[in-house]
């Protein structure tokens, strides 16, 4: 769990200040991102920019003092990644800002470091669902599950 609840840290921290750079060093690309309102494929550092200044604007503007996430879970399959689960709630000051969220994520391990390859947000607020997946000009795919990343070995 240490590994998870680093890159929790390392992005919630740089989500609030807005360091990019610190933000990017814990994803790897592409990267799959998924919500209840649709998914995308981030390809390049500017899809990722784009993605990452949209929820720093969120925080921004609805006044966001800190990002509060809690790690459920983070196991290895059997293809040597991790699977994590996680908590999110944003404060403002005491307040909590909505509602609680919940995501899923994969983690693999490139080099020396542990990226994170895809991640799935159970966010009940439909704007900041939205306002994740469609930050740029790109197509996304509103009609995709946004709970599924792929056929498993179990539905082949």
Known sequence: M????????????ALLSGDFDAFASIFDLPHHISTFEGSRTL????????????????????????????????????HGQIKSAHTTRLLVGAQQLGQTSMAY????????????????????????????IISSNRPVNTNADPLRQSKGPAET
């Open 105 to 132: 994520g994969v983690l693999r391990l490139k080099g020396a470091r542990w990226l994170t390859t895809a991640s799935q947000y159970a966010v009940p607020d439909k704007k900041f669902s939205q306002t994740m």
């Open 43 to 78: 390809r390049t550092q500017d899809d990722l920019r784009h993605t990452f200044d949209a929820v720093h604007m969120h925080c921004v503007h609805h006044q966001v003092t800190s990002v509060v996430r809690e790690c459920i879970s983070a196991e290895f399959d059997e």
């Open 2 to 13: 240490q590994v998870l609840e680093y890159t929790l840290r390392v992005t919630g921290d």
